[in-house]
């Protein structure tokens, strides 16, 4: 997923806890669905982050030669300017991207 495509803000947003917790009914539920999220997008960021940086891995057990490749700096650098993957989870949560289901209210609304 390229996160740079995203509208989630790059700095912290206040927002309406009412309108957050709309879809669930519950404040809490509703941050443990974007904690969730925002876990899932960090993982996938990092992931991408070290299969990028992997290319100028060096395997060379010597600590002195240490090289700053331009490209690394300049990769570093776009991670370092995309949102943080909290504000891309809420805001995914706020435009109703995120699909959640909770088995324990299915399975009490079939015990009914």
């Known amino acids: 997923m390229d996160y740079r ?22 404040v809490y539920e509703a941050l443990m669905i974007i904690a969730k999220r925002a876990n899932q997008i960090s ?3 990092k992931r991408d982050l ?10 060379n057990d010597n600590l002195e030669e240490v090289f ?28 109703g991207k995120i699909y959640c289901k909770n088995p324990v209210k299915e399975k009490t609304s079939l015990a009914s």
């Open 5 to 26: 495509r995203t509208n989630a803000p790059t700095t912290t947003v206040t927002r309406d806890m009412l309108k957050v917790s709309a879809t669930t009914g519950n």
């Open 43 to 45: 993982a996938d960021m």
């Open 50 to 59: 070290e299969k990028k940086l992997q290319e100028f891995s060096s395997y």
């Open 68 to 95: 700053e490749n331009r490209e690394q700096i300049e990769i570093s650098r776009y991670y370092e300017k995309l949102p943080k993957p909290t504000l891309i989870a809420v805001q995914e949560y706020m435009d």
